[in-house]
């Protein structure tokens, strides 16, 4: 969930220790990578290729074991580039959440508290999918205040918000149904 340049400088940086790599880029943000394959998605809206992206990225966590390092690479869009709507909702529901949510005039605060609450990835929960290995996030912040469970909504970070408080968002901007 970084931009193409920074999974490029990642890998120049490890050269061989890293095995293999998965990353969502925003269209037109491709970089030269060796091992990490970089895959374009949708932003601000998430659409099909983030939903695919997101399945790539979740599978390769689950594959790593205790003794491996996930490094997990973060910028700004992150959010919407991986969309893993949890079942059972769809990721066309996702897309038509966001957007109502953007109509509405959520800050990125709101947005992405609803959007944690709908997600396999967010909340820490890549970080769940990765275990037992040991995760390092490196991030490149885009949000004032760089909170780490807001950073792309937090996909290794604990989640501060609630299901209430994301349910109480919806309310707020009537767009519950």
Do not use: Y
Not at 10 to 19: H, I, K, Q
Not at 35 to 62: C, F, K, M, N
Not at 90 to 118: D, F, M, P, W, Y
């Amino acid at each position: 969930k970084a931009s193409g340049a920074m999974a490029a400088a990642a890998e120049e940086a490890l050269g061989d220790r890293v095995a293999d790599g998965v990353v969502a880029v925003k269209d037109g943000h491709l970089a030269p990578t060796r091992r990490v394959r970089l895959l374009e998605a949708g932003h601000p809206v998430p659409d099909r290729r983030g939903a695919e992206a997101a399945r790539a990225i979740r599978d390769l966590a689950s594959t790593a074991s205790a003794d491996d390092l996930v490094l997990v690479l973060v910028s700004g869009g992150g959010s919407a580039l991986t969309p893993a709507p949890a079942p059972p909702i769809t990721l066309e529901e996702k897309q038509s959440l966001t957007r109502l949510l953007l109509r509405a005039g959520a800050n990125i605060n709101q947005l992405n508290a609803v959007r944690k609450h709908c997600s396999t990835l967010k909340g820490g929960q890549l970080a769940r999918a990765a275990a037992p290995a040991r995760v390092q996030a490196l991030l490149l912040s885009d949000v004032i205040g760089d909170a780490l469970d807001v950073i792309a909504c937090g996909p290794t970070a604990p989640d501060a918000s609630t299901f209430a408080e994301a349910m109480g968002i919806l309310n707020r901007f009537e767009i519950r149904d």
